[in-house]
Structure formats: structure tokens, C-alpha cells
Nanobody, 117 residues
């Protein structure tokens, strides 16, 4: 089965930057949506950024202007560039890829992002 492997998390100080990567073990035919979620301690998982097949992006209000979602041309890897990080951004970040016509989706294992004040 398809596996999504995440990397790039770590510990940074406020105003620092990180770039998260999520790579599929193989090409996913019919991929339509890629996204990043995060879950802070004691909180519900929330959608942070979305990249649609046509190139449209959407961001949570809390990260607009600071985070950028992108992908490689083969649609194997999705990235999340995070700039001007704040302590409120701390959490476990999960990537997600969806194939609409098969109603299937895939999740990464999660990568910890910790921002110190």
C-alpha cells in the first residue's frame, strides 16, 4: 500500500523557519488534493493548508502570509514552507493526499514541530 513519509520537523526559536516534506512511496494515480494538518497538545486536528489539483491553495487564517504549500511536478512530494514561526504553531504536523474518484486518502506518520519563545 502507499505510504507517506514526512520529514523536516524540529525545534526552532520564534521567528525561525522550517520546511516540511511529505513523500509518497509511489505515484498515486488520480491525486486531487494535498494538504497539511496539525494537532496541538490537547486540541483537535486542524487543517492548515490545502493544494488543489488545479493549483489553487487555501490556508488557515492563522498561517496566511507565513506558510506556503507546494508540490513537485510529479505529485510525489508535498511541501510546507513555514516562516516567522510562533509558539502557537507548535504541534504534530500531518500530510494528507486524497483521490476523489476512489474516495481514498493517505496520511503521513506525523512530524513534531516545536517553536520556543
Amino acid at each position: 500500500q502507499v505510504q507517506l513519509v514526512e520529514s523536516g520537523g524540529g525545534l526552532v526559536q520564534a521567528e525561525g523557519s522550517l520546511r516540511l516534506s511529505c513523500t509518497a512511496s509511489r505515484n498515486i494515480f488520480g491525486i486531487s488534493v494535498m494538504g497539511w494538518y496539525r494537532q496541538a497538545p490537547g486540541s483537535q486536528r486542524e487543517l492548515v493548508a490545502t493544494l488543489f489539483d488545479g493549483g489553487r491553495t487555501n490556508y488557515a487564517d492563522s498561517v496566511k502570509g507565513r506558510f506556503t504549500i507546494s508540490r513537485d511536478s510529479a505529485k510525489i512530494t508535498v511541501y510546507l514552507q513555514m516562516n516567522s514561526l510562533q509558539p502557537e504553531d507548535t504541534g504534530v504536523y500531518y500530510c494528507n493526499m486524497k483521490v476523489t474518484f476512489t474516495s481514498s486518502e493517505y496520511w503521513g506518520q506525523g512530524t513534531q514541530v516545536t517553536v520556543s519563545s
